[in-house]
């Protein structure tokens, strides 16, 4: 029913920048970059049908997820029940809007949004290919490049980990009920992460639109040769556009970035300097205030951490501190030093630019899971409410706590890769593209 990839296809690579060919590619396999191994496109066996399948079951879980009351909490006879709504809706009442915002955004409205528009955009995809329905309009490519900016954005998996924590957390101080909105939220965060894991830009955009060769440009050609710009978000290869501001990509429409490593520095630099700063606060102020039997007592986030170490639970503990310390202080540290070091030719080559984007990758793969502790903070604030008895409320580091998230993410969003392969590092002649066959590859959702 569906497309392959044709031969001869020139696309390059996000992350090293060399301009290789897509092979065509059966069910279970994908191409990777020969230079970098960055993913350059894939294919999951029933291409259609699975993204389908978890698309709507997903959509049908979050239904229920909202619909029940998702957990309790019980104290001396006095009890309080939550539903997922509830926590950004105490958030707001406690003049956090923002935070509300941002949870409802990153758990709820967001993923909706990406579940719904990628069933639209697979439907119309199988109706293209099928041939009862050839025409693409402006609507889908405007949906398709939405899509894309939206799914780095989506943290289910992380408020379910947020969700775990806060169990363990308060399990001590009183007796905690999972209602059946809680398990319909495990069950929907497994699908929404089989489902993202199942879509790939560049396969999908092939079932609308094939890619355009464009003259001049052959593989083997880099970022550095100076004779087209890539698209990423259809991997379209334009031509270089005399007025930059205005460059749009003849496929997709979808805005595009010319290589110009030292604006995007200053904005990656601008983006850390503001996470550093607001790093300050985050950890001097308090998290959450606790109130119990009428005395307020305020908790930063190592004092929380070395709270639940004397209490000896070890395991949370741990967490915390790596989720809401090391993690974004490795992240800004690593960030730094790739700054700092990307520009400067070196002796190494490839080898060191390898190196570089191999650390890249991984302050892109945890910066996300910092939020942690902003949504146990939310769970534990709507949940926690017995008035004098027993209450959490939010505290002011957990706003700043929340832009050093944010800010750290788009910081590594906006840095492009392709500046650590200097002219230096492009030392190998160009390889054929590696075609992996993997019936499990769509479990690398953000590869």
Partial sequence: ???????????????????????SLDDGEKASCPRCHHTLAKRVAQPFQRPLSYGVAS???????????????????????????????????????LLALLLLATVVVLPAMYLSVLLYLYVRAGRIVSGSNKQITGMEKRLCRAMIRIEPWLMVDVFLIGVLVSL???????????????????????????????????????????????????AGDSHHSNNHTNCHVCAQINPISINHKDAVCFRCHGSLHPYNPTQMLQRSWALLIAAAVFFIPANLYPMMYTVSLGNTEGSTILGGVVLLWQLKSYPIAAVIFLASIVIPLAKMFALTWLYFHAHRNNSEGERKAIQQ???????????????????VVAILVALVQLQNLMAIFPGPAALSFACVVLLTMLSAMTFD?????TQGAENKPAEK??????????????E
């Fill in 357 to 375: 984007l191999k650390l890249y990758r991984m302050t892109e793969l945890i910066g996300r899971w910092s939020m942690i502790d902003i949504f």
């Fill in 168 to 218: 363990i957390k308060i399990a001590a101080l009183a007796d905690v009920g999972l209602g059946m909105s809680f398990w319909a939220f495990c069950i929907y965060t497994i699908l929404v992460v089989k489902c993202v894991s199942m879509v790939d830009r560049t396969w999908l955009w092939m079932q609308f639109l094939p890619l355009v060769p464009i003259k001049g440009i052959m």
């Fill in 417 to 421: 890769p392709r500046i650590f392969w």
């Fill in 59 to 97: 959509l049908v879980m979050l239904v229920a997820s909202v619909s029940f009351p998702f957990m309790s909490f019980s104290v001396q006879g006095i009890s309080q029940e939550i539903t997922l709504m509830h926590s950004a809706k105490m958030l707001s009442e406690y003049e956090n809007s």
């Fill in 1 to 23: 029913m569906s497309k392959s990839l044709s031969l001869q296809t020139l696309v390059s690579c996000e992350e090293c920048g060399l301009v290789v060919e897509l092979p």
């Fill in 433 to 446: 593209t590696e075609i992996m066959t993997n019936n499990n590859n769509e479990n690398n959702a953000h």
